[in-house]
């Protein structure tokens, strides 16, 4: 079945670095979509990407955040300047047809962000 | 604001002990609620997707089904594999892929 695929598993960066997480949506998809779960807390919208442009951002996609289709297969979301709070587990998901509707999103297993 | 409460937040069950968790939710012009399971550490995992009030969907042992103002996950007969937590989100109208989700329900089945 196909998936989504995000590297790395696991990162530790220090506060002030900048971090690059990337993804490999589903094949056939065409939205694709950060989310972020800081530890014990709910799944956050962060953006959302068609046509090689945002069409929907969170009040957390400030301008440290930046996202990414630099060839026909991955999704890149980068943090320019860490902070201790962005440490969290961060989310690609991807969903075949338009993002409204309701159509079905599905995740990758998730990156997850440690800033010390 | 948009809004999604999930009750309880943790249930314990026995092993064929059937039980329902509750998604209470208040959106602008809703157009999907989605159920997702998440085991520790991993992404969530699509379960459903429902559109409007009384459309009800199966899967193995989990239902779900939709009001005007609810849903609910009915779990038949429950394994301890089917032991996570499970998200409930929904996507307002004119919303571009921005789910709102609930905090889940961790539920735990004992043999």
């Known amino acids: 079945e196909p998936e989504v695929t995000q590297t790395p598993s696991h990162q530790v960066t220090q506060m002030g670095q900048e971090v690059i997480l990337r993804c490999v949506p589903i094949s056939n998809h065409l939205y694709f979509y950060w989310y972020r779960q800081i530890l014990g807390q709910k799944v956050e919208f962060l953006v959302s990407?068609?046509?090689?442009?945002?069409?929907?951002k969170s009040e957390i996609f400030d301008d440290q955040f930046s996202v990414e289709r630099p060839d026909g297969s991955n999704f890149t979301l980068k943090i320019r300047s860490t902070k201790l709070e962005d440490s969290a587990m961060y989310f690609c998901?991807?969903?075949?047809?338009?993002?409204?509707?309701?159509?079905?999103?599905?995740f990758g297993e998730g990156s997850w962000l440690t800033v010390v | 604001e948009d809004q999604v409460t999930q009750s309880p937040e943790a249930l314990r069950l026995q092993e064929g002990e059937s039980s329902s968790l509750n998604c209470s939710y208040t959106v602008s012009g809703l157009r999907g609620l989605f159920w997702y399971r998440q085991d520790p550490g991993k992404g969530p995992e699509f379960l459903f997707t429902l559109y409007s009030a009384g459309e009800e969907k199966e899967k193995e042992r989990l239902k779900a089904t939709l009001t005007k103002k609810e849903s609910f996950l009915h779990i038949t007969a429950p394994k301890p594999e089917d032991s996570a937590t499970y998200l409930c989100?929904?996507?307002?109208?004119?919303?571009?892929?921005?789910?709102?989700f609930g905090k889940g329900t961790k539920l735990s089945v004992k043999p």
């Open positions: 990407f068609y046509n090689n442009e945002i069409s929907e």
């Open positions: 989100a929904v996507i307002r109208g004119g919303s571009q892929g921005n789910l709102i």
């Open positions: 998901a991807s969903s075949p047809r338009t993002g409204t509707s309701g159509n079905t999103i599905y």
